[in-house]
């Protein structure tokens, strides 16, 4: 049987032995002997059942680490301006208890919520200004 594109309907030629790079958020790991069958036409891969496994794990690695990584800062960041997790939590929203998920990689925080505290890490000063919002 002759597999074909799902992108363009081209036939699909194997391939084996590769190494492609997984990235995310400037993070990247390699993952090795990789094979499947890719489009001559358009570039579409399809991955091999254990290729394709082996490279969501490596990508599912990648975001855990982000994930740990960023609630470490927010954790460093938090404790820096002197709040507990439920004032933090009440100054971004989202539960009483959003911070604790935060900071053990059970939620991604959304981009404002980090953003926020990158800012009150350089300018701690202006927590005062908020609370009294
Ligand atoms: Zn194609």
């Known amino acids: 049987m002759i597999r074909s594109c799902i992108c363009c309907g081209t036939a699909l030629l194997p391939f084996a032995g590769e190494t492609h790079q997984v990235d995310y958020q400037g993070a990247s ?19 091999d059942e254990d290729s394709a496994e082996r490279y969501a794990a490596a990508g599912d690695m990648l975001v855990l680490a982000a994930r740990h ?10 404790k820096r301006l002197g709040l507990n997790q439920v004032e933090a939590s009440q100054l971004t929203g989202g539960g009483h ?28 000063e202006e927590l005062d200004r908020l609370k009294r919002a």
């Open 97 to 124: 208890n959003a911070f604790s998920r935060y900071e053990t990689g059970k939620v991604v925080p959304a981009p404002a919520v980090v953003n926020l505290f990158r800012l009150l890490d350089r300018h701690p």
């Open 29 to 47: 790991v390699a993952v090795a002997d990789l094979s499947g069958f890719r489009c001559a036409s358009c570039g579409e891969i399809e991955f």
């Open 69 to 78: 990584a960023a609630g470490a800062e927010l954790r460093r960041i938090r």
